[in-house]
């Protein structure tokens, strides 16, 4: 009986322990959310997203007061160890007193990846890491026993990229490198902004030109992984199987290019790469968020090598081709409806670009399916909060008053005036309006720029408004179009 009290006991603490842990994990994770949060706003959102969203978090030492960080890559890991060890360690001293410094780390557990085989029947230096794909064909086993199964994203086809004004130069100039005749330039350097469809054309000009050259031989990769590749190439003497792989392919796409730092040996290698490639005839592809000549760090003679084929540039998508984008989205969706209202609240709204504004309608529709609503402006602006709020841009009182004045003909000083006319009471009741919705200003606040009015006269002016905008279809076009001008 004894005994059995015994193991009833010790399971009893177990299972208590294991609850502790699950805590310490959840109260881990929600301090996690706070600062990488803060540090977003510090760091602005490119930055956080390449280095500080990867972080993942690992176990908490009480005794030394030790948090293990982990990142997925050898180069990720010392990048943020050299540039944010002292803010991230700071930021976790603020939010637990119990932590009194971090442990930047490549994870333990990243994945596996097949390497490729030489000629010789060796394989060359690869401890986990991932660098690029070698593609024979979509899920086949090739000679030297890779699977490409892992190479290119099935859904980045041409046939899937929608084209506008702002990006058909860098679509046809894709299009050109993929196709069956020798392209007129190479290499080919697509320019564009995060999230703009860079990468997407990248994995479109694999799977096209895999269609007419069904042999071919294609290496991707990031411009991080192939610093990473070459520096472990280097330390295991693995130097002559590294150039004689790398050398050996008929398409290089190389994504993220101003990544592309550091080591001068590094960066000579891939400018042989380049010179040995484009002798042979073949086709190299490169992207980047800034032109050659705007990369830090890189030496001229690769920054010539990097712009003496086509730069091609994919501009912030207008609100056309937003809409295209949407629209196209929303057949994976059918027979849900989703208003034209809201397609165009959207495409107006989330301006930064395209990634945030598809992944803005799938957290919408995902929402009202899953809570069963229906999609509605309503909806989109209650749920789109945080995606909404950082895509606007600081709109001032000031600016907003302007643009109305301007829009009605009136006088500046009739936005504090006391006169109660018709021609000039509806322009300043608009501007309120609009003050409330284009600026995170109070009632009271808005009430002082008009004059010192107050905040109960706001409140009358924008509920005013919206009942005009629903009855009355000139208010609401003269709101749209002044929300078109400040938001342009």
């Given at each position: 009986m004894?005994?059995?009290?015994?193991r009833a006991?010790?399971?009893?603490?177990?299972?208590?322990?294991?609850?502790m842990?699950d805590?310490?994990?959840?109260?881990?994770?929600?301090d996690?959310?706070?600062?990488?949060?803060g540090?977003?706003?510090d760091?602005?959102h490119q930055l956080?997203?390449?280095?500080i969203?990867?972080i993942?978090?690992g176990?908490?030492?009480d005794e030394t007061g030790t948090?293990d960080?982990?990142l997925?890559t050898?180069?990720?890991a010392n990048?943020?160890?050299?540039r944010?060890a002292?803010?991230?360690?700071?930021a976790w001293?603020i939010?637990?007193?119990?932590?009194r410094n971090v442990?930047?780390?490549?994870?333990?557990?990243?994945?596996?990846v097949?390497?490729?085989?030489?000629g010789d029947?060796?394989?060359?230096?690869?401890?986990?890491?991932?660098?690029g794909i070698?593609v024979n064909?979509?899920?086949?086993?090739?000679?030297?026993?890779f699977?490409?199964?892992?190479?290119?994203?099935a859904?980045?086809?041409?046939a899937?990229?929608?084209t506008?004004?702002?990006n058909?130069?860098?679509?046809n100039?894709?299009q050109?490198?993929?196709?069956?005749?020798q392209?007129?330039?190479?290499?080919l350097?697509?320019?564009a902004?995060?999230?703009?469809?860079?990468?997407?054309?990248l994995?479109?000009i694999?799977?096209?030109y895999l269609?007419s050259?069904?042999?071919?031989r294609i290496?991707y990769?990031?411009?991080?992984r192939?610093?990473?590749e070459?520096?472990?190439a280097l330390?295991?003497n693995?130097m002559i199987?590294f150039?004689?792989r790398?050398?050996?392919?008929?398409?290089?796409?190389?994504d993220?290019?101003?990544f592309?730092?550091g080591k001068?040996?590094?960066q000579?290698e891939?400018?042989?790469t380049?010179?040995h490639?484009?002798?042979?005839?073949?086709?190299l592809?490169?992207?980047?968020?800034?032109?050659p000549?705007?990369?830090?760090?890189?030496e001229?003679?690769?920054?010539?090598?990097?712009?003496?084929g086509l730069?091609?540039?994919?501009?912030?998508?207008?609100?056309e081709l937003?809409k295209k984008i949407l629209?196209s989205?929303l057949?994976?969706?059918?027979?849900?409806?989703?208003?034209?209202?809201?397609i165009?609240?959207?495409?107006?709204?989330?301006?930064?670009n395209?990634?945030?504004?598809?992944?803005?309608?799938?957290?919408?529709?995902a929402?009202?399916?899953?809570t069963?609503?229906v999609?509605?402006l309503?909806?989109a602006?209650?749920q789109?909060t945080?995606?909404?709020s950082?895509?606007?841009r600081r709109?001032?009182?000031d600016e907003?008053?302007?643009?109305v004045c301007?829009?009605?003909r009136?006088?500046?000083?009739e936005?504090?005036?006391k006169?109660?006319?018709?021609?000039?009471?509806?322009?300043?009741?608009?501007?309120?309006?609009?003050?409330?919705?284009?600026?995170?200003?109070s009632y009271?606040?808005?009430?002082?720029?008009?004059?010192?009015?107050d905040h109960?006269?706001?409140?009358?002016?924008v509920?005013?408004i919206e009942?005009?905008?629903?009855r009355d279809?000139?208010?609401d076009?003269?709101?749209?179009?002044l929300?078109?001008?400040?938001?342009?």
């Amino acid at each position: 009986m004894a005994r059995t009290d015994g193991r009833a006991g010790a399971a009893k603490r177990n299972k208590k322990e294991d609850l502790m842990e699950d805590l310490e994990a959840v109260n881990l994770a929600a301090d996690w959310a706070d600062i990488s949060q803060g540090l977003r706003k510090d760091l602005g959102h490119q930055l956080h997203s390449q280095w500080i969203k990867p972080i993942q978090l690992g176990a908490f030492d009480d005794e030394t007061g030790t948090l293990d960080l982990f990142l997925p890559t050898e180069f990720s890991a010392n990048w943020v160890k050299d540039r944010f060890a002292d803010r991230l360690t700071l930021a976790w001293k603020i939010a637990r007193g119990n932590i009194r410094n971090v442990n930047i780390q490549v994870h333990p557990g990243r994945r596996k990846v097949p390497d490729i085989a030489l000629g010789d029947g060796r394989r060359p230096a690869n401890d986990g890491g991932d660098m690029g794909i070698m593609v024979n064909g979509p899920g086949v086993i090739n000679d030297a026993g890779f699977t490409s199964s892992v190479g290119l994203d099935a859904s980045l086809t041409f046939a899937a990229f929608i084209t506008g004004e702002t990006n058909i130069l860098a679509c046809n100039a894709a299009q050109r490198m993929a196709a069956t005749e020798q392209p007129q330039f190479s290499p080919l350097y697509i320019k564009a902004g995060t999230g703009q469809g860079k990468t997407h054309l990248l994995h479109a000009i694999g799977h096209q030109y895999l269609a007419s050259h069904p042999r071919a031989r294609i290496f991707y990769c990031s411009a991080e992984r192939f610093m990473v590749e070459f520096v472990q190439a280097l330390k295991a003497n693995q130097m002559i199987e590294f150039k004689a792989r790398l050398r050996s392919f008929d398409l290089l796409l190389v994504d993220d290019i101003q990544f592309i730092i550091g080591k001068a040996s590094a960066q000579e290698e891939l400018l042989y790469t380049i010179d040995h490639l484009l002798a042979e005839g073949k086709r190299l592809v490169f992207a980047a968020d800034r032109a050659p000549q705007a990369l830090d760090g890189v030496e001229p003679r690769l920054l010539s090598r990097l712009s003496m084929g086509l730069v091609a540039d994919i501009q912030a998508a207008d609100i056309e081709l937003r809409k295209k984008i949407l629209e196209s989205k929303l057949t994976r969706f059918a027979p849900l409806d989703v208003p034209e209202d809201v397609i165009e609240f959207l495409a107006r709204t989330i301006t930064r670009n395209v990634r945030e504004l598809v992944g803005g309608l799938n957290k919408l529709i995902a929402y009202a399916q899953l809570t069963g609503q229906v999609v509605s402006l309503q909806l989109a602006e209650e749920q789109l909060t945080d995606i909404l709020s950082a895509n606007r841009r600081r709109i001032t009182i000031d600016e907003i008053q302007r643009t109305v004045c301007q829009f009605y003909r009136i006088d500046r000083s009739e936005m504090s005036s006391k006169r109660r006319a018709r021609a000039v009471v509806r322009p300043r009741q608009v501007a309120m309006y609009l003050s409330k919705v284009l600026t995170p200003r109070s009632y009271p606040e808005i009430g002082r720029k008009f004059g010192g009015r107050d905040h109960s006269t706001v409140i009358h002016a924008v509920r005013l408004i919206e009942d005009l905008r629903q009855r009355d279809a000139d208010m609401d076009g003269d709101v749209r179009s002044l929300l078109r001008q400040l938001e342009s």
